[in-house]
């Protein structure tokens, strides 16, 4: 009687989008050094586009790499083939590494990079490549402020989440976070959630974004506002508001079955 063959693929047998899908799970130090020496399918699949559809590198991965984060960057979009979905890097060091990124991300629809040092006339000059980004986390980059904000807004029209945190809740930001909050609500109708944590606004700032983002499902804002917020108006306006004990949370009702996508994101 011969023997039944086997219902299980060997590993190098499986598919390379397979393979790719399996290895992001991996630490991206493995993935460059270890994988690649394992067997040639292997090491053409990491070689190839189909590990960096997304590519997360955490902060502690960051400052150990961070003499050579540009070149690693460069190294991995180029990889990706135009197919990055999501990109997650804190601490960008200067200009030129964001506008690369810009230019290879023609499917990018996720893009955090905190703590990053990019300026206003960079994000002027490249927003429009960043047109289906859906969410855009540029929270603690202290330099880009309202400008960048507005041509974010005028150019990336699917925005839905954009994170804008930033530790600086005294007066002196005041002028700067309002100018930004502004923006947001003239030019981000779509917005769904917004999280504007330690900024010094009004409550007219406030208002004004509520009114003019009505998509608005999650708000992160300060609960120590300059001027306090009436927060028995807001429930009675907005009844499916919550305040937790250190940010203003506003969440609102929503008939739309993607809502958990974009607040899971």
Same mark, same amino acid.
């Given at each position: ?8 693929? /060997? ?32 090491? $053409? ?42 990109? /997650? ?141 009436? /927060?028995?108006?807001?429930?009675? $306006? ?28």
């Amino acid at each position: 009687m011969e023997e039944e063959q086997s219902e299980f693929r /060997h590993w190098d047998e499986l598919l390379p989008d397979v393979l790719g899908l399996i290895f992001t799970n991996l630490p991206i130090q493995e993935l460059l050094t270890v994988i690649p020496c394992v067997c040639k399918s292997w090491s $053409k699949v990491v070689t190839g586009s189909h590990c960096w559809q997304y590519i997360d590198l955490d902060e502690r991965s960051c400052r150990r790499l961070s003499h050579q984060l540009d070149r690693m960057l460069r190294m991995l979009i180029t990889r990706s083939n135009g197919s990055l979905r999501s990109l /997650h890097v804190s601490g960008l060091q200067n200009d030129s590494i964001f506008s690369f990124i810009t230019e290879n991300v023609g499917s990018l629809q996720v893009l955090r990079l905190p703590r990053s040092l990019i300026s206003d006339s960079i994000v002027k000059q490249t927003a429009r490549r960043l047109s289906i980004v859906t969410f855009l986390d540029l929270s603690y980059c202290h330099k880009i402020g309202a400008q960048a904000i507005e041509a974010i807004g005028k150019h990336c029209k699917h925005l839905v989440v954009l994170c804008r945190n930033m530790y600086s809740p005294d007066s002196a930001d005041k002028v700067e976070a309002e100018d930004e909050a502004n923006a947001i609500a003239s030019t981000m109708p779509r917005l769904k959630q917004l999280e504007f944590a330690y900024r010094c606004i009004s409550t007219e700032c406030v208002l004004n974004l509520l009114s003019c983002c009505p998509q608005l499902v999650h708000l992160k804002i300060d609960e120590f506002l300059s001027e306090k917020l009436d /927060h028995k108006f807001l429930k009675e $306006k907005y009844p499916k508001l919550e305040i937790l004990l250190l940010y203003l949370v506003i969440l609102f009702e929503s008939d739309e079955s993607d809502d958990d996508e974009y607040l899971d994101m």
